[in-house]
């Protein structure tokens, strides 16, 4: 069952990097819950869109099949272009860490949160993360943003599919990387034996 949409912050002064400016809302995800009494996992879902947009097809009826199949999901809504990275990984990172701090007022179990993306939003699934800030004044940020399991849907997982310079201006603000920037953006130099 859709609900109202739940901003990632609750203010604008506290979005890391945010400019009203551009025209985007702050980042939000919008819960589509089984409402069912039992604990279940959750999948937080990320449009693609080359980091220029969020394509319509799949975010929420992504979410509505993983309702059908027993899933609890949410629909991130993230920033894209004009923003560069780290921007969208810091939106897909705090979407982990807010469900994740309120499993238990959404129902789901704090253990099984995982991350589903396609194309660029395959691209933050979740191989860069951390275990939150113990002394972090925002509870949230206390919270860990390592997902429980990923679904990379065609997503930009390696260095080869970051080589478009045209996708590096979006992602990055650049058309020409450096190796090591490309490296530093690339999940595949980022799994660990914790991944």
């Given amino acids: 069952m859709e ?3 739940i901003y990632l912050w609750e203010n604008e002064k506290d979005v890391p990097l945010f400019d009203a400016g ?9 819960p589509f819950l089984l409402n069912d009494g039992k604990g279940h996992g959750a999948m937080i879902v990320a449009p693609g869109g080359a980091y220029t947009h969020k394509a319509a097809h799949e975010g929420a009826p992504v979410a509505q099949r993983l309702n059908e199949m027993g899933i609890n999901a949410f629909v991130l809504d993230y920033r894209v272009h004009p923003y560069h990275a780290p921007v969208p990984m810091l939106d897909a990172q705090r979407a982990i860490r807010t469900v994740r701090a309120r499993a238990e ?10 991350f589903m993306g396609f194309s660029a939003g395959g691209h933050l699934t979740g191989t860069q993360y ?24 065609y997503g930009v997982l390696n260095i080869n599919m970051m080589r478009s310079a045209d996708f ?17 953006l690339s999940p595949e130099y980022h799994v660990t034996p914790d991944t």
């Avoid at 551009?22 to 919008?30: A, C, F, H, L, R």
């Avoid at 951390?130 to 849907?153: F, K, L, Q, T, Y």
């Fill in 105 to 114: 007022e959404f129902g789901v179990l704090p253990d099984k949160i995982g």
């Fill in 22 to 30: 551009i025209g985007q809302e702050m980042p939000s995800i919008t």
């Fill in 3 to 5: 609900m109202q949409k």
């Fill in 130 to 153: 951390d275990a939150g800030n113990p002394d972090a004044e925002d509870p949230v940020e206390r919270v860990s943003c390592r997902p429980d399991a990923i679904a990379p849907c």
């Fill in 168 to 184: 590096n201006e979006f992602m990055t603000g650049e058309r020409d990387l450096d190796i090591r920037r490309v490296r530093a």
